[in-house]
């Protein structure tokens, strides 16, 4: 077990590490020039030389890379000149490890860019994920025990006009109707627990994390549905049925055991994926979280940020994988750890 | 003897876009106490769907069932849902086919068989778990009182067959339902697990219904064998007749491919020629008439026409059998029985 552990978190640090080259090799392999951005448009060729040399752009890129590297492990000095930080100590910023690099347009490291968004995320993704499991498991067992009736057929339906949708469209749906025009509720706006308390981050959260939730839960209705209805014929249930077990206990103690087990792998992936943030929840609701953060770093060329996101993104799945490869171990007695 | 259970005109149907699969059309048998029945017939035959019938399985699908089931006197498919449930796993048990697909595999064995046991019967967990591990005894697993902490993965498929046994009888059911219960078993364990079950029978006095492709099973136990074909009994009677003077092309197919009644040195294995009828769009007239390589021995088109009755035959009044051949006796005595084993053409001349 705990060798298995140790197996998989290495192999996990090995993808981790494949990730940030093969990061670094495509924003590289890009035909923008980073220090034109950093510089500004009215910039002299000779300007935007010394850009890049005080940018540490002018390294090639499997430097870069190392040094991106070993800022994550042991922390580093921005900027990345040596010289540079000889000449002028006052602008010097230690980025401590993990580092994740220096945003020059916001002056700031992109761990304190990521320290100040990821709690809006993670709050979006937490509340996302409770709405769409009870939603997406109740109506997906509901609409599986009434199987073919008009209960399964409209909540079939209504998960495919969430699919239907865009998020975006349902955002601003939402936005301008229950927060503008009817007013029933408040223009959300992040307030975290420290700002307003529990119910203020609740009320604020529960529009964008709705729409979130509401794709995840219309995907989650059906592979509920489904699955409730494929373990339902496996031969066992029939053995639960002959030894005389009342209807309702066939259904939740040996059909759900079955079927919401896969469930965990999905869940733990979607997760992942939504800590990295919601760009268009985000952006749509204007939630300073991970996805406009990105949004941002992409649109103004903010080469580090995007690194720094795109490699923590990573590092989530591959964490989530692990995890729940581990806890299959202990749901699903067939698997044993090796 | 009076029978304990009787199943009479019993038809299971499940409507389909295709139309309607007559899985068991027309099923009439008797058992009593303590007796053996053997089903045997080709696979799709009806055998499962027939038997699950008597333990109400189908309801809640989309299958029809007709006809009549009674179990000591009460007709089972008149009964409530509820008052069925009570008796399923209590009176009739089933054993599975297949015990590793039919045990559920997130449950461990001690928990699958005690959950059993405590649906029919008020008692503390750990009372249930020593009623367990006296069954789990009985079956013979060893060091059952650890075993029944494995999960079905974790037990051989004798022993997983074994645990469904226990489990069927943990309530010892005055009927036992064995669909199939050794096919997946090599043939030492094949004969202990038939052991068991005539000495657990022996000593509750239980019926059993012992479904199997396995004719030299059925040699072996039952006392009543019952020939299906196409969802209908095609030939039915005592066990010892029904092997000694069978009267039905499709039982003598049945007996020429059969391994352990051919005799490798004086007869070939015969397999039946053609396959298994759609149920969907079953053959006109005999439904097996297709594949019957007798059908020229019977004037006219009658074969093809004409369904035959289930009519007692030559030898005895409880024998029965569907066909329209004049004199089957003597085609069996010419043509099958020479490929067959020496020791039943010694026994039936
Ligand atoms: N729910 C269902 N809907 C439609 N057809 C069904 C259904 N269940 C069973 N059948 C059909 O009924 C027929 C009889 O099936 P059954 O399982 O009783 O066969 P069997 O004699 O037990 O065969 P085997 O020896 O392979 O177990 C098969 O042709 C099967 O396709
Ligand atoms: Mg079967």
Redesign the pocket.
Same mark, same amino acid.
């Given at each position: 077990m705990w060798a298995y552990i140790v197996r998989r978190c290495a192999v996990g640090l090995a993808l981790l590490l494949a990730l940030t080259l093969v990061t670094f090799a495509l924003f590289f392999a890009s035909p923008v020039d980073p220090a034109r951005f950093a510089c500004g448009k009215n910039c002299s060729e000779q300007q935007r030389d010394q850009a890049r040399k005080a940018l540490g752009y002018d390294k090639p890129v499997y430097e870069q890379w190392g040094n991106f590297v070993k800022g994550v492990v042991v922390g580093r000095d921005f900027p990345a000149d040596p010289e540079l930080r000889a000449a002028a100590p006052e602008v010097v910023t230690h980025c401590e490890a993990p580092c994740l690099g220096y945003s020059h347009l916001n002056a700031r490291t992109v761990n304190e860019l990521v320290k100040d968004a990821a709690p809006v995320s993670i709050s979006l993704a937490v509340v996302a994920l409770v709405m769409w499991l009870i939603g997406g498991v109740l109506f997906g067992i509901l609409a599986a025990v009434t199987k073919g009736s008009f209960m399964d057929r409209g909540i079939v339906g209504l998960t495919l006009v969430a699919y239907a949708f865009p998020t975006f469209f349902i955002a601003v749906f939402f936005l301008k109707y229950l927060a503008v025009k009817w007013q029933v509720m408040p223009y959300p706006a992040y307030t975290s627990i420290e700002e307003g308390g529990i119910a203020a981050w609740m009320l604020n959260l529960l529009m964008p994390s709705f729409t979130l939730a509401l794709v995840f839960m219309a995907g989650y209705v059906r592979m509920t549905r489904a699955f409730v209805l494929e373990s339902m014929t496996e031969d066992y249930i029939r053995t639960a049925r002959a030894k005389g077990l009342q209807g309702r206990k066939v259904l939740f103690k040996h059909g759900l055991r079955a079927a919401l087990t896969p469930l965990v792998t999905m869940v733990g992936l979607d997760f992942a994926a939504l800590l990295a943030g919601a760009i268009i929840t985000e952006s749509v609701f204007a939630y300073p979280g991970l996805g406009l953060l990105t949004v941002q770093a992409s649109a103004a060329y903010d080469l580090p940020t995007i690194i720094g996101v795109v490699i923590l993104a990573g590092s989530f799945v591959i964490l989530a994988n692990i995890i729940v490869d581990i806890s299959y171990a202990f749901i699903d007695p067939r698997v044993r750890l090796g | 003897m009076e029978a304990f259970l009787t199943v009479d005109d019993l038809k299971v149907h499940?409507p =389909?876009v295709d139309g309607v #699969?007559k &899985?068991t059309d027309g099923l009439s048998f008797g058992l009593a106490r303590g007796k053996t029945l053997g089903i045997v017939? +080709? @696979?799709?035959?009806?055998? @499962? #769907? @027939?038997s699950s019938a008597i333990l109400g399985l189908h309801r809640g =699908?989309? &299958?029809v069932v007709s006809g009549e089931i009674r179990l000591d006197g009460n007709n089972l498919l008149a009964l409530s849902d509820e008052e069925m449930r009570m008796r399923r796993g209590k009176e009739v048990a089933m054993i599975f086919?297949d015990p590793l697909s039919s045990l559920h595999p997130y449950f461990t064995i001690g928990n699958q068989i005690a959950e059993a046991y405590l649906v029919h019967h008020k008692v503390s967990k750990s009372a249930a778990r020593t009623r367990v591990v006296e069954m789990l005894d009985r079956v013979g697993i060893p060091q059952a009182d650890r075993r029944l902490n494995d999960y079905p993965h974790q037990f051989s498929g004798g022993m997983r067959q074994r645990a469904m046994i226990a489990m069927a009888l943990i309530n010892d059911p005055s009927l036992v339902i064995a669909? +199939?219960p050794t096919t997946a078993l090599d043939v030492t364990v094949q004969a202990q697990i038939l052991d068991l079950l005539q000495d657990l029978q022996r000593d509750f006095n239980t019926a059993i219904i012992l479904?199997t492709?396995d004719l030299g099973v059925v040699a072996e136990m039952a006392d009543d064998v019952l020939v299906?074909y196409a969802?209908r009994a095609v030939e039915y009677g005592p066990c010892k007749e029904i092997l000694t003077h069978p009267e039905m092309p499709y039982t003598w197919g049945l007996l020429s491919s059969a391994p352990d009644l051919t005799a490798s040195t004086s007869g070939r294995l015969l397999p039946i020629p053609g396959t298994p009828p759609s149920?969907l769009n079953p053959p006109s007239g005999c439904p097996f008439h297709p594949r019957c390589t007798h059908r020229d021995k019977v004037p006219g088109d009658l074969c093809r026409t004409t369904l035959p009755e289930l009519l007692p035959g030559h030898h005895r009044e409880d024998h029965t059998k569907r066909c329209h051949l004049a004199d089957p006796d003597t085609v069996f005595r010419t043509e099958i029985l020479p490929n067959l084993a020496p020791e039943l053409v010694e026994e039936s001349s």
């Open positions: - | 499940f =389909t #699969v &899985a017939g +080709e @696979s799709g035959s009806g055998k @499962s #769907v @027939s =699908t989309n &299958a086919q669909d +199939e479904i492709h299906m969802g149920l």
